[in-house]
């Protein structure tokens, strides 16, 4: 769990706040126990309520609108999806000193998957690549554009900005080349489709070594979908990745983006996460250090 202030602008919440919360706005629930849960993420801080719900609430002013979006376009895609998603169960109003919106989900069995230490990493990379390609089927048409469902070119500037804040720390003249190459990839062809946006191990959660769930909906979007490969790098071992590849059926050139998002995302949030979400900077330089493995770098 991230107990350094990841922000400036993040607002201070804890299981006090919940319960304070909880018993203003849904006095059923009063007596339930509340409990922080340790999490890696970046925009919501959650908390177990009793034994079968869980609240979410966003860190600071930039989580908002995700919330909103979770919610409405769940109700949409949770019922065509291969494995469980958050079920919104209420939504919280402000209040108690708490600013924004907040939300009561039904609890999802499961833990996250660690990169390196996967139970049965071969059933998971199918089972992530069914999960990818069922998204990719539900109709698209009226779907929101995904922030990452965009051409790679869009993220040009703050990818090499992020190079060079990890100069003296990482082989930025390799990256530097793996990025190019990912950038002369061709780009979409096909009609804009669904994506998580955000397939991280962090989003996942696992049951006996395969998907039990797939969690945080916030970057849902239509677009380039290439975006939800990034799962081949930030989680399953490389002799996995080809039985992920095929369940999702990408060809080269997507393969490439794929990586190319999975490379900038790692990039990025490397400099910015380093001291204050070290769960988040170690898969960052996990995923680099695959990257580079396989291009034999």
């Known amino acids: 769990m991230c107990a350094v202030r990841m922000r400036p602008d993040e607002v201070d919440v804890d299981a006090a706040l919940v319960r304070r919360l909880v018993a203003e706005q849904f006095p059923r629930w009063a007596s339930l126990p509340v409990e922080r849960l340790e999490s890696s993420g ?8 009793g034994a079968d719900k869980v609240v979410r609430l966003p860190r600071y002013p930039g989580a908002v609108e995700s919330v909103a979006h979770e919610r409405l376009w769940l109700e949409r ?13 209420e939504q919280g109003t402000p209040g108690e000193g708490f600013p924004w919106p907040w939300s009561v989900y039904r609890w999802l069995d499961g833990r996250n998957p660690v990169a390196g230490a996967l139970e049965r990493p071969e059933a998971l ?48 003249v390799a990256v530097t080349a793996l990025w190019e190459e990912a950038l002369r990839a061709p780009g979409r062809t096909a009609p804009p489709a669904w994506a998580h946006g955000d397939l991280s191990p962090g989003n996942v959660l ?17 677009g380039d979908p290439a975006v939800d490969l990034i799962a081949a790098w930030n989680l399953l071992p490389a002799p996995a990745r080809a039985t992920f590849r095929a369940a ?6 997507e393969w490439a983006r794929g990586r190319g998002w999975a490379l900038s995302i790692s990039l990025i949030q490397l400099p910015f996460y380093w001291e ?5 900077a170690e898969n960052s330089r996990h ?5 580079l493995a396989e291009a034999g770098g």
């Open 42 to 49: 970046t925009e919501n801080a959650m908390f177990r309520l």
């Open 77 to 89: 895609l949770g019922p065509r999806l291969s494995v469980a998603a958050p079920v919104p169960l």
């Open 125 to 172: 990379a199918a089972d992530l690549g069914a999960f990818v390609a069922g998204l990719r089927r539900v109709d698209a048409r009226g779907g929101p554009p995904g922030h990452r469902g965009v051409p790679l070119a869009e993220r040009d500037a703050p990818t090499r900005s992020a190079i060079a804040r990890l100069a003296g720390r990482i082989d930025t």
């Open 206 to 222: 696992v049951a006996d070594g395969r998907l039990a769930a797939v969690i945080d909906f916030g970057s849902v979007g239509v």
């Open 248 to 253: 999702v059926g990408a060809d080269d050139a």
């Open 276 to 280: 204050t979400n070290p769960p988040l």
């Open 287 to 291: 995923v680099i250090k695959e990257i």
